[in-house]
């Protein structure tokens, strides 16, 4: 069965810095694709990024990109120049053989 | 365009009790997805519908069972409410299947608190 492991429950950076978010999955799916979506405090998920298994190419959106590594089964997420906007949970989001199971989340502060 | 709508957004029932939610998804998309989502097990996909044919389903007890409508709205419903069933119930649309590269977007929950 696949799983989705976000080792990190709560992580705190100052506004301005790089943080990044790991999450690790299981799968014996060779086509699959993964998401990270944000939910912000009080407010609705919505995308951040995702990928496609077959594609080598990180993803990339303005401050926000992914280390896909499909050997190790590890992407994580990139947020460069963070902002207080981005204090938000995070959740990584795995999607084949017509499943789609989340991980548990990571609670981000960004710190004025 | 308008968003995910849920209703209602907040419902108190008793155990034993059943309740119906419901969700409107944005126009032209025909996936909607339900999630149950709780402090101790994070997000727990529920099921899929498809243009009103049930895609996929998670691993819940039959007390839960949902439906879609010609115009892609949806309900799910909770029959024999448990304490442990007070969670945000989020559904999420989509243009395509929910368990594809479609971008699904996600509505506000409906908290429901069982007592």
């Known amino acids: 069965a696949q799983t989705v492991t976000q080792s990190q429950p709560e992580m705190s950076v100052q506004e301005a810095e790089t943080v990044t978010l790991s999450c690790t999955y299981d799968?014996?799916?060779?086509?699959?694709?993964l998401f990270w979506y944000k939910q912000p405090p009080s407010r609705q998920m919505i995308l951040v990024i995702r990928?496609?298994?077959?594609?080598?190419q990180n993803a990339t959106e303005n401050r926000f990109s992914v280390n896909f590594q499909k050997a190790a089964k590890s992407f994580s997420l990139k947020i460069s120049d963070s902002q207080l906007g981005d204090t938000a949970m995070y959740f990584c989001?795995?999607?084949?053989?017509?499943?789609?199971?989340f991980g548990k989340g990571t609670r981000l502060h960004i710190l004025p | 365009k308008a968003g995910v709508t849920q209703t209602p957004r907040y419902l108190i029932k008793t155990r034993g009790q059943q309740v119906t939610l419901s969700c409107s998804p944005i126009s032209g998309h025909r996936s909607v997805s339900w999630y149950q989502q709780t402090p101790g097990q994070g997000l727990q996909f529920l099921f899929e519908y498809f243009s009103e044919t049930q895609r996929n389903k998670g691993n819940f007890p039959g007390r839960f069972s949902g439906r879609q409508f010609s115009n892609s709205r949806s309900e799910m419903n909770v029959s024999t409410l448990e304490l442990g069933d007070s969670a945000l119930y989020l559904c999420?649309?989509?243009?395509?299947?929910?368990?594809?590269?479609?971008?699904?977007?996600f509505g506000p929950g409906t908290r429901l608190t069982v007592t």
């Open positions: 799968t014996s799916e060779n086509n699959y694709y």
């Open positions: 989001a795995f999607i084949g053989d017509d499943k789609i199971i």
């Open positions: 990928q496609e298994a077959y594609k080598q």
């Open positions: 999420a649309s989509s243009y395509g299947p929910g368990t594809s590269l479609y971008e699904q977007y």
